[in-house]
T-cell receptor
Framework: GAVVSQHPSRVICKSGTSVKIECRSL??????MFWYRQFPKQSLMLMAT?????????EQGVEKDKFLINHASLTLSTLTVTSAHPEDSSFYIC????????????FGQGTRLTVV | QQPVQSPQAVILREGEDAVINCSSS?????VHWYRQKHGEAPVFLMI?????EQKGHDKISASFNEKKQQSSLYLTASQLSYSGTYFC???????FGAGTRLTVKP
């Protein structure tokens, strides 16, 4: 299957700092990328959907100024957690797909963010 | 609105069968199934596009009802490697159900 690479896999940062997470599609052009947050033993909560070259569409309750998403190219999307707080600590996962709703999406390996 | 999955959890002995259900209050464009092992990314299992469709590979198969509001994942003769959390999702908006934690014991 197609490969989506997410980096870093783990990051620890201090409260008040910002952290950037990258999501790359390695062997296909990702017209749409999705960002999720997952708490332990819970489901994947969709945070936002981004299409290349467009502003991301955020889910209700997700602060767009806190979770900055950029999808500048067909192979790269970034999620920046700004002014991180301990409650932002979580597992963040991206997924990407090449086509529309009739095509499969592939997930990155996830990023474990710990804010201290 | 995310799909509703049931059961929340199931424990099996190796070789037993299981069914995981996924339902939606409105017709889905398509439904997809993923399996996630602890600490790993979800892995794609299959996608169903048409009402009445059934598909599968190996001993894992799925169906999508005619109204496209209900899908089931069938795991037959379960293996230890089937353990994980299974998610169904609506492929048009990429929202997932709460997940079903499947544990297969020897």
């Amino acid at each position: 299957g197609a490969v989506v690479s997410q980096h870093p896999s783990r990051v620890i940062c201090k409260s008040g700092t910002s952290v950037k997470i990258e999501c790359r599609s390695l062997d296909f052009q990702a017209t749409t990328m999705f960002w999720y947050r997952q708490f332990p033993k819970q489901s994947l909560m969709l945070m936002a959907t981004s299409n290349e070259g467009s502003k991301a569409t955020y889910e209700q309750g997700v602060e767009k100024d806190k979770f900055l998403i950029n999808h500048a190219s067909l192979t790269l999307s970034t999620l920046t957690v700004t002014s991180a707080h301990p409650e932002d600590s979580s597992f963040y996962i991206c997924s990407a797909r090449e086509g529309g709703a009739n095509t499969e999406a592939f997930f990155g390996q996830g990023t474990r963010l710990t804010v201290v | 609105q995310q799909p509703v999955q049931s059961p929340q959890a199931v424990i099996l002995r190796e070789g037993e069968d299981a069914v995981i259900n996924c339902s939606s209050s409105k017709a889905l464009y398509s439904v997809h199934w993923y399996r996630q092992k602890h600490g790993e990314a979800p892995v794609f299992l299959m996608i169903l596009l048409k009402g009445g469709e059934q598909k599968g590979h190996d001993k894992i198969s799925a169906s999508f009802n005619e109204k496209k509001q209900q899908s089931s994942l069938y795991l037959t003769a379960s293996q230890l490697s089937y353990s994980g959390t299974y998610f169904c999702g609506s492929n048009n908006d990429m929202r997932f159900g709460a997940g079903t934690r499947l544990t297969v014991k020897p």
